[in-house]
Structures are given as C-alpha cells and as structure tokens.
C-alpha cells in the first residue's frame, strides 16, 4: 500500500539537542498524526493535526500540519535519553483511510 | 479508560497452520483496524471493520480475514501459516468518522518456525 515518504530514516544526537523530522506526500490528507514506538510495544499518539497550517504542541514536541496539506514535521526540543524510539507520521484522506511513514528511528546519546 | 488490548502477546506456530489474534478498542471506539509490521514493510494495512463490517481492506491474501462482533471486539485469522508471515500484527481503534486518530494495542508478535 501507499506509504508516506518520511525523512530522516534515523537520527544519533546528543542529549540536549533539538531534532526534527517530516513527512511528505503526493496526495493530501485532512488529517496529520504523529506517533511513537517504544520496542516491543505498539505505537503511542503524540500529536493530532487537523488543519492546514496548524501548530500543535506536547510539551517538548512541536509538529506542523503543511499548507499544502501534503506534508507535515515534528520537532523536539532539549532531547532527552527516553526519547529514544521510532517516530512514524501518518495521513488520514478524505476516505478516513490512513497512510503510514517509513519511521524516523531515533538515538540519544547521554 | 483502558486502552486497546491485543491477546495473545506472543505466538509460535509452524508453516501450514492457523491462528487467531483478538483485540478488545477502547471503550465507544467502533472501528477497529488491523495492521502488519515488519522490519522492511513498516506498517501495512490490512483491514478495518465497523460495525460487524468490514469497510476497507488492504492487499493481503484471502489467508488473512477477520471478523468484529457487536461489541466491537474484533478477531484476525490466518490459514496456512508461511514463513513471511512472521510480523507484529498491530489492531488499532477509533471512533468513526474523520477527526478520529488511531489508537493501538501492544500488538501480538506472531513467529512462524
């Protein structure tokens, strides 16, 4: 099925540093999720967008829902050990079907 | 509220059998819908049920089905079990509609030997 091209693929940053990360697609979505998956475990929702243009913010995490409705990023400020995961976005179309990213996968080193 | 429940967490099986995965949504979620995930695929979809029916459904073979009850719990089946079947099959509920994230289980690891 359609997957989202989601960038970078993986990420090793030290502890205190801000990182970013973001999807895009050729198609547009109503809807941009962001999640986050510890090892062994299933994804855990972070951030909902459902306008264009939005700004949302969870504590230390900021993501972005792109004009175009065709792309979206998160960032993370101040990056602390336990952020250490894999970060997938995901679309939603106007079908309500939802679209996966690749995964950011994400080391930080103390 | 609990969250999504996947059982069971863990399962071995060999080539040619079947197996059933279950999943409990959360409390007034109706939609639920069922993911595969493997290291080289990510997350693909294979198909979402509501209200006992299913609405969308991905590009798996016809080994995969699944079904929901009117409680809207909801099960997976696979026949004839193969080697490439070995994933993390992931159930995820939401509440109908647009505007409803996706909410998942732990997922079930299914291995087969």
């Known amino acids: 099925g359609q997957q989202l091209n989601q960038s970078p693929q993986s990420m090793f940053i030290q502890e205190g540093e801000d990182v970013s990360m973001n999807c895009t697609s050729s198609s547009i979505f109503n809807t941009w999720l962001w999640y986050k998956q510890d090892p062994g475990e299933g994804p855990v929702l972070l951030i909902a967008?459902?306008?264009?243009?939005e700004l949302t913010s969870n504590g230390r995490l900021t993501a972005q829902f792109g004009i175009t409705r065709k792309d979206s990023f998160l960032n993370i400020s101040a990056s602390i050990p336990s952020d250490v995961g894999i970060y997938f976005c995901?679309?939603?179309?106007?079908?309500?079907?939802?679209?996966f990213g690749t995964g950011t996968s994400l080391t930080v080193i103390p | 509220k609990a969250g999504v429940t996947q059982t069971p967490r863990y399962l071995i099986k060999t080539r040619g059998q079947q197996v059933t995965l279950s999943c409990s949504p959360i409390s007034g979620h109706r939609s639920v819908s069922w993911y595969q995930q493997t290291p080289g695929q990510g997350l693909q979809f294979l198909f979402e049920?509501?209200?006992?029916?299913?609405?969308n459904k991905g590009n798996f073979p016809g080994r995969f089905s699944g079904r929901q009850f009117s409680n809207s719990r909801s099960e997976m089946n696979v026949s004839t079990l193969e080697l490439g079947d070995s994933a993390l099959y992931l159930c995820a509920s939401s509440l109908p509609g647009g505007d409803s994230p996706l909410h998942f289980g732990n997922g079930t690891r299914l291995t087969v030997t």
């Open positions: 967008l459902y306008k264009a243009g």
């Open positions: 995901a679309g939603q179309n106007v079908g309500n079907q939802f679209y």
């Open positions: 049920y509501f209200s006992e029916t299913q609405r």
